[in-house]
């Protein structure tokens, strides 16, 4: 499933193609992966330059001047790509925008239809239906916010997947930054000192950042406009069960954690109690 990563690479290829054109035709195929609002949602966007080109937690978004906006919801197999118009049109595209004074159009594509889209309309700073209700953006969180996030009785992996209380983190992403800060997915995050919940706040930074340079993590499904990304590459525990772990050479073991295939090393992430 694609995360902060995946949305924010596939955002800044959107922006270079997207920012300033108009949509001059829309042809959307299923009437059931619009999630919020309706069919008559895009008849704003006729026309009307595209002024903002974005991203919230793992939401891609456009928005017009009016404040009027279509977010993504990208779900296991959700794709955005920016093809010629002419081009054969894939199976399980859903949505086609035409750019105005062009030959391309923007398609959403998903073949398991967990993903989808919707409408807002933004109204002074509330954020719209559709981006509202996230927690913060991970690169915002300070210190003692990460701090007070962490004050619950739950284990500290569910806690990082729950988007009400930090944007964007998902599987592929908690694990890397559990590991990193050698904090184990099972322990309760209030359990964690102020240095270790520091250290797991500075992986997490870290860890969103190097694959926003790599453009991603492709294992399945995820591509970008442009094609896959290649953080797959340098993921350390993700995927890698009965491997040896680089720093102890101990073997990863793979647990459930949050109801998710969890990757950890049992030497450099005991578990606390």
């Not at 073991?253 to 049992?266: D, E, N, T």
């Amino acid at each position: 499933m694609p995360e902060l990563p995946e949305a924010e690479t596939i955002t800044r290829h959107l922006r270079l193609e997207l920012l300033g054109k108009s949509v001059s035709k829309v042809q959307h195929c299923r009437r059931d992966v619009i999630r919020h609002g309706s069919h008559r949602g895009f008849r704003a966007f006729l026309d009307a330059p595209i002024t903002r080109v974005d991203r919230r937690g793992k939401r891609p978004f456009l928005e017009i001047d009016s404040g009027r906006g279509i977010v993504f919801f990208l779900g296991m197999t959700g794709r955005l790509s920016i093809c010629e118009a002419a081009s054969p049109i894939e199976k399980h595209t859903h949505l086609r925008l035409k750019l105005s004074n062009s030959n391309r159009e923007l398609r959403f594509n998903d073949a398991r239809r967990f993903g989808g889209f919707g409408f807002f309309q933004r109204s002074g700073n509330e954020e719209p239906t559709g981006i509202h209700g996230l927690g913060p953006e991970p690169t915002d969180v300070s210190p003692a916010q990460f701090r007070d996030i962490c004050d619950r009785n739950r284990q500290i992996k569910a806690l990082l997947l729950d988007q009400k209380h930090i944007a964007g983190l998902g599987n592929i992403y908690a694990d890397e930054s559990l590991f990193r800060a050698g904090v184990h997915p099972l322990t309760p995050a209030s359990h964690l000192e102020a240095k270790q919940a520091g250290r797991l706040l500075r992986a997490i930074k870290r860890v969103l950042s190097e694959a926003i340079e790599y453009e991603g993590t492709t294992i399945i499904n995820y591509l970008h406009p442009d094609g896959p990304g290649n953080f797959q590459k340098r993921l350390r525990v993700y995927g890698h069960e009965g491997d040896h772990c680089r720093k102890c050479k101990t073997p990863i073991l793979r647990i459930i954690a949050a109801g998710r295939s969890s990757f950890h090393c049992p030497m450099c992430q005991p578990l606390i109690d």
